[in-house]
């Protein structure tokens, strides 16, 4: 182990130590349950509600987006409910390569960053240059670069390849936030996810992400959890803290919150902001939206009063 | 010898399923706990309805018709657990053989419906435009405090005719056979979340059905009269339909179904 890994590590990270440390499955699945039974409500609630709003990647990641759908989600990244100005704009908005443009026109001068998926999203099985040269393509006009692990070498066990890659595609993205997303669905159990994040960590990567959005099962609360644990570590063994995105598959503010408890009780409060913390989904902002609009008003909300982008 | 007896154990018919209030809260009623709804019981029924409208309003008018029969079948295979259930007695017989002609009358007022609420309009121009009655969606039925019964199916049935998707607050001082009702609903392949009978305190819920704003129409047949005015009041915000309580109390007729549809009017040129 420590031999495939130590070709990757920066030297002050001491492996194999807290990074190979065995994950405890049960006992992530039990702190999952206890974080996302965690009840929320009122003052609590409503900073909540915000937090989530201010941390949201707002995604449209179709075959089907045009310029023009990725104007509409870009106005209700920057005013998510137009009849409550006191909802604050959303973190960024994320697309595909191509949309990076119009969605770059519609956000500058705002505090919305443009996110862009590269490396041959979702499944990354693209030839070695053509990732590196969508990701430089994107990276001329997005603020943020979310790439996909090469899950077919990190199966095969060529840790180093993918470790390579990594580092590389941050270089070529010169200096743009990187976000590496392990779609944690296909890595085949939580020692793996572990594993996984260690290595993207150490390869240089700003940000962990969980998931596509693209396969079953996306995002769950028992995974967070155990990436979470492993930001912790690195943060402890190397002092740089890695932000983390839970994405994929959360639809109800229910469970965003569930994940914003995860992040505040694994890593305390220093993460429970959009530098360090993102969620990444399309559905979930007009759930947020309608329970904020009901801690307002005290009535319950209908989907059809919500723009559906 | 008497045979053992089982005490049974009310509870919520709730998209589909058989629960207790999420709340955990009960009310006596003799021996009885009655499961008392909270407002997000009632949330969760409205959630479960919506999302049954388009596929129970987008059947045909005929299957419609063919699953409240069923109901009906249901119900008379266990006439006599529900005339234990009313109270027993002569009167209690004759409430389940009225329910039971309502339950077949509304199957069979399903495929009719259009005729006897729609219409072909003559206008003064080279058109014409006919008028076709369409569900509202979600109904809130306040069901009547009596007959605990009939009362409550004869108005879920005549949503469900029309293609509605009914959260009905049962009678509040006889809620058992109102919520047993949920049985036959849930054997009589009315699909699940189309149908959830909560029982629970009416001054409680009536104002949350009122607010509530994913909710359509309001049948407000039993809604107490000091609780009117603020349903209504609340209602407005989104220009909830109100459907008053009749003046003969009870009596089933397509006017109760049409009282839950809109009517849609749809222009059609002449001799095209």
């Known amino acids: 182990m420590a031999a495939m890994t130590a070709g ?64 509409t989600l870009c106005a209700k990244a920057l005013r998510p409910d137009p009849v409550d100005p006191a909802v604050p704009p959303v973190a960024a908005v994320c697309v595909y390569p191509a949309l990076a443009e119009p969605a770059s026109r519609c956000l500058r001068g705002s505090p919305v960053k443009v996110a862009a998926v590269a490396t041959g999203f979702p499944s990354g099985q693209v030839p070695a240059e053509v990732k590196l040269a969508e990701a430089a393509a994107a990276a001329r006009v997005a603020d943020e670069i979310d790439m996909v692990m090469d899950r077919r070498a990190f199966l095969c066990g060529r840790y ?38 260690w290595l993207a960590m150490a390869a240089g990567a700003d940000f962990i992400k969980t998931s596509t959005g693209k396969i079953q099962p996306a995002a769950t609360l028992p995974v967070a959890v155990v990436m979470l644990e492993a930001i912790r570590d690195f943060a402890e063994a190397t002092g740089r803290p890695v932000g983390f995105k839970a994405a994929g598959g959360i639809r109800t503010a229910r469970q965003a919150i569930g994940y914003a408890v995860a992040v505040n009780e694994t890593l305390g409060g220093a993460w429970l902001n959009p530098v360090r913390f993102r969620i990444g989904a399309s559905s979930l902002l007009n759930d947020v939206l309608m329970q904020i609009a009901k801690e307002r008003s005290g009535a319950y909300q209908a989907p059809d009063d919500f723009s559906q982008t | 010898m008497s045979a053992p007896s089982v005490a049974k154990t009310p509870k919520l018919y709730l998209g589909g399923a058989f629960v207790r209030s999420e709340s955990g809260r009960v009310y006596p009623l003799g021996l009885v706990n009655v499961p008392r709804a909270s407002r997000k019981d009632l949330r969760e029924a409205v959630r479960a309805a919506r999302a049954a409208v388009p596929g129970w309003s987008h059947r045909t008018a005929y299957t419609r018709g063919q699953v409240l029969y069923r109901v009906a079948e249901m119900l008379e295979g266990r006439r006599v657990e529900f005339i234990a259930a009313l109270g027993g007695g002569r009167a209690s017989g004759r409430e389940v053989d009225r329910t039971l002609d309502a339950l077949v ?87 699940q979340g189309v149908v959830a009978l909560l029982s629970g305190l009416r001054t409680e819920l009536v104002p949350q059905i009122g607010s509530h704003r994913d909710i359509d129409a309001v049948d407000s047949a039993g809604c107490p009269p000091e609780l009117r005015r603020e349903l209504e009041r609340l209602a407005a915000d989104r220009v909830k339909r109100i459907v008053p309580a009749s003046a003969d109390g009870t009596s089933p007729g397509h006017r109760l179904a049409l009282a839950t549809c809109e009517l849609k009017t749809i222009w059609h040129p002449v001799g095209v």
């Open chain 1, 8 to 71: 990757v590590a920066p030297p002050e990270v001491a492996l194999p130590g807290p990074a190979l440390r065995s994950v405890d499955g049960v006992g992530a699945e039990a702190r999952a349950q206890l974080f996302a039974s965690r009840s929320i409500k009122r003052g609590a609630k409503r900073w909540a509600l915000d937090l989530i709003v201010r941390c949201t990647d707002l995604t449209s990641l179709e075959g089907a987006d045009t310029p023009g759908r990725t104007a």
């Open chain 1, 160 to 197: 180093v390849e993918v470790a390579d890659e990594i580092a590389a595609v941050k270089a070529a993205i010169g200096g743009r936030h990187l976000k590496v997303i392990l779609e944690t669905g296909e890595l085949g159990g939580y020692d793996q996810v572990r594993r996984a994040s």
């Open chain 2, 105 to 191: 009358y509304y199957a069979g007022l399903a495929d009719k419906l259009a005729q006897l609420g729609g219409s072909v309009n003559a206008v003064a121009g080279p058109y014409f435009t006919f008028t076709v009655p369409e569900p509202v969606g979600v109904v809130a039925l306040v069901a009547p405090e009596a007959p605990a019964l009939f009362g409550l199916l004869t108005h879920v049935a005549a949503a469900l005719s029309g293609g509605n998707a009914v959260v009905a607050l049962v009678s509040e001082r006889r809620p058992l056979p109102g919520l047993l009702a949920g049985e036959l609903l849930a054997t009589g392949d009315v699909p």
